[in-house]
Structure formats: structure tokens, C-alpha cells
């Protein structure tokens, strides 16, 4: 497991092995979270990503706008 030195300015990098697995690329954002005593980062995926990964969930219906 690859251990991470924190700098003076509170950044890490993330190992090299672990970004090839996760597809991290430079200027991709991520969500880190504080889980306990460690922190998780995990990576944010655009919404269109998401199409179509979930055919059985219906559509959406837009209510009517009220005036």
C-alpha cells in the first residue's frame, strides 16, 4: 500500500498505480470525504456518464408549470 507524505500546503499526490486504476486524470475533480479516522477521495463522473446506465428506471415526467 503506497504511503503519501502531506505537504506544507495540505496537498498529496496521488500514487501513480492508483490513478491508472481509478482513470484519474489531471484536472478531474474528486470528493473527498472524512470516513472515521481516513479519508476517501473519490472521483466525480459528469452526469452524462450516467445515461442510460439505468434502463429500468422510468423517465421523468415534468410537472405543468402553475400560473
Do not use: C, W
Amino acid at each position: 500500500m503506497p504511503v503519501v507524505t502531506v505537504s506544507p500546503k495540505y496537498q498529496v499526490v496521488i500514487p501513480k498505480d492508483v490513478r491508472e486504476q481509478l482513470n484519474i486524470r489531471p484536472g478531474q475533480k474528486v470528493e473527498a470525504f472524512a470516513v472515521g479516522n481516513r479519508i476517501e477521495l473519490v472521483p466525480v463522473e459528469p452526469i452524462r456518464v450516467f445515461r442510460g446506465r439505468f434502463p429500468e428506471v422510468p423517465p421523468l415526467e415534468r410537472e405543468r408549470d402553475h400560473l
